[in-house]
């Protein structure tokens, strides 16, 4: 008698547990949806510290997103002296077209340090970001030069 409850209750645990796990098994994917993707901007290679007025330095990029498409890269560029800013503007923009979100792309960003009023001493602050499909920007990649 007390074997027969006792294969009872093992029984009967064994049916809740299987119960009870079976819905850990559902695939998650089906039950959510990102809202907020953006895309990623990585820093390939290390610009100078320092740059001579009139210099040309390639930023080297690697741009990618998995979720949702990336509708354009730009760089906007500020020029400070002795913390005060003297200018600032966007001085690189690309469309980007036929973008997969299976790969990754790589880009040459140049900058020239001629832009009006850049003199020895400045400091400029590249700032480069990806826009998504859905007007969303990655986190910024920010690259500050010393100007010689």
């Avoid at 009139?54 to 498409?69: A, H, L």
């Avoid at 790589?106 to 009006?116: F, G, H, N, V």
């Avoid at 009023?117 to 990806?130: K, M, P, Q, R, T």
């Amino acid at each position: 008698m007390m074997m027969k409850l006792i294969y009872k209750n093992i029984v009967l645990v064994g049916i809740v547990l299987t119960i009870a796990l079976s819905s850990c098994l559902e695939d998650p994917d089906d039950e959510f949806r990102i809202v907020g993707a953006v895309p990623t901007v990585i820093l390939l290679s290390s610009p100078p510290d320092s740059i001579d007025v009139g210099q040309t330095v390639n930023i080297d990029i690697r741009y990618y997103s998995p979720n949702v498409d990336v509708s354009g890269i730009s760089m906007d560029a500020t020029i400070s002296a002795g913390g005060a800013e003297k200018s600032s503007g966007e001085v690189f923009s690309q469309t980007v077209t036929g973008f997969n979100t299976s790969d990754s792309y790589e880009l040459t960003i140049p900058y020239t340090a001629s832009a009006p009023g850049v003199a020895s001493g400045d400091v400029v602050d590249l700032v480069i970001s990806a826009t998504a499909t859905n007007d969303l920007s990655s986190r910024t990649i920010e690259v500050s030069m010393n100007v010689r």
